[in-house]
């Protein structure tokens, strides 16, 4: 009987964190995801700017679903597992989520360090040469 309420459990956080991962990869696919302190891809450079936000989650989306897909499809299994295939199942199906986030999350790191933001005032307006930068 503990193995039902244990599997039920763990099938049931499982099951909650595939949909959690499956909302943010969606939404970071879609570019819907804003830039905040709780869901996404978030190094200081994701959070240099909105541009580099929106292109890190659209980056890491694929791995962030995959994970959310894997941890949806481990819980329904546990939820019928008992003894050492629970054990296999949990474990299993946390490492290859905790992988696949690690890539996406390096992954959209990378993209949003690629990305090179305006430069504020600068040479807007000016014709920049080898010689610095001379008004119109």
Sequence with gaps: M??????TLLAAILVIAGVALLTVG?????????RNRFAGVRTPATL??????????????PPVLAAGALCTV?????SGAAGPALTVIVSV???????????GGLLGHRAAAAT?????????????GGA???AP
């Design 93 to 103: 199906t946390g490492a290859g989520a905790v992988g696949l986030l690690l890539a």
């Design 132 to 134: 610095g930068c001379t």
């Design 48 to 61: 240099r700017s909105d541009a580099a936000f929106v292109t890190a989650n659209r980056v890491a989306a």
């Design 116 to 128: 090179v933001p305006p430069r504020p005032g600068g040479c807007a307006g000016c014709s920049c």
């Design 2 to 7: 503990a193995f039902v309420r244990a599997s």
């Design 26 to 34: 969606v939404l970071g696919w879609r570019q819907l995801l804003p």
């Design 74 to 78: 481990g819980g329904g299994l546990a």
